[in-house]
């Protein structure tokens, strides 16, 4: 019988974020579908607009999600009964305008924001550019803990590591961001008078902290 030993590492980093990621979300009802559909495409243009005054490129503005589905609310019947009833169909729509960590440009998107007219829920991530180096490091370090615990283990068993047998890995999507402010909304009535088209803004994302684990199975002899 194959004497093995099964180990699980776990990496650890602090990355400091160097983009900001400004999600949007625009909802509403219209008793008509097609309503619905145009009322989203002309708030896209809005938005967009938005993005332009404030230095960006519009096109820089995309869509994460979108849906025009049935909206039910829920009423009382002339017995007294609950029961839901059809109230239109609204659209929903996420989008997302991703940019260099920098305070003075987030100011100036989030004062176009208050001031087109929009019925917005805003949402600032901080997060970095480029994550695939930062995985694959933490991966690293990962498998380098499995590596020092197995060694650790086996010495105080008496016994050698071998080969390698197999690698366990869930190799999921890690999402490596700071939440930094959530459900900031602006609305149609939230003009705000001043002198410079732009929020002072003084944020400072704290450093991401992320995770991982490997397991490791190895040979013994």
Same mark, same amino acid.
């Given at each position: 019988?194959?004497?093995?030993?099964?180990?699980?590492?776990? +990496?650890?980093?602090?990355?400091?974020?160097?983009?900001? /990621?400004?999600? @949007?979300?625009?909802?509403?009802?219209?008793?008509?579908?097609?309503?619905? $559909?145009?009322?989203?495409?002309?708030?896209?243009?809005?938005?967009?607009a938005a993005a332009e005054h404030a230095g960006f490129d519009p096109r820089d503005l995309k869509t994460t999600g979108f849906s025009v589905n049935m909206n039910y609310e829920g009423v009382y019947d002339e017995k007294g009964n609950w029961k839901n009833k059809f109230a239109g169909y609204r659209y929903d729509h996420n989008?997302?305008?991703?940019?260099?960590?920098?305070?003075?440009?987030?100011?100036? $998107?989030?004062?176009?924001?208050?001031?087109? +007219?929009?019925?917005?829920?805003?949402?600032?991530?901080?997060?970095?550019?480029?994550?695939?180096? @930062?995985?694959?490091?933490?991966?690293?370090?990962?498998?380098?803990?499995?590596?020092?615990?197995?060694?650790?283990?086996?010495?105080?068993? +008496?016994?050698?590591?071998?080969?390698? &047998?197999?690698?366990?890995?869930?190799?999921?999507?890690?999402?490596?961001?700071?939440?930094?402010?959530?459900?900031?909304?602006?609305?149609?009535?939230?003009? &705000?008078? $001043?002198?410079?088209?732009?929020?002072?803004?003084?944020? /400072?994302?704290?450093? @991401?902290?992320?995770?991982?684990?490997?397991?490791?199975?190895?040979?013994?002899?």
């Amino acid at each position: 019988m194959e004497r093995t030993i099964r180990v699980t590492g776990r +990496g650890k980093m602090n990355v400091k974020p160097d983009t900001i /990621e400004l999600n @949007i979300f625009v909802s509403k009802v219209y008793p008509e579908y097609a309503e619905a $559909m145009e009322a989203s495409a002309e708030m896209t243009e809005v938005l967009k607009a938005a993005a332009e005054h404030a230095g960006f490129d519009p096109r820089d503005l995309k869509t994460t999600g979108f849906s025009v589905n049935m909206n039910y609310e829920g009423v009382y019947d002339e017995k007294g009964n609950w029961k839901n009833k059809f109230a239109g169909y609204r659209y929903d729509h996420n989008l997302a305008l991703r940019f260099d960590a920098d305070n003075v440009k987030l100011g100036k $998107m989030l004062w176009e924001l208050s001031d087109c +007219g929009a019925d917005a829920e805003i949402s600032i991530n901080h997060t970095v550019k480029d994550p695939e180096p @930062i995985r694959n490091e933490l991966l690293a370090k990962a498998v380098k803990d499995s590596r020092t615990k197995a060694e650790v283990l086996a010495a105080a068993s +008496g016994v050698s590591l071998g080969d390698i &047998i197999s690698v366990d890995y869930s190799w999921g999507e890690m999402q490596i961001y700071n939440r930094t402010v959530d459900n900031l909304t602006f609305g149609s009535n939230s003009k &705000i008078s $001043m002198t410079e088209e732009s929020f002072d803004m003084d944020i /400072e994302a704290d450093d @991401i902290h992320i995770r991982d684990t490997v397991t490791v199975i190895w040979e013994i002899r």
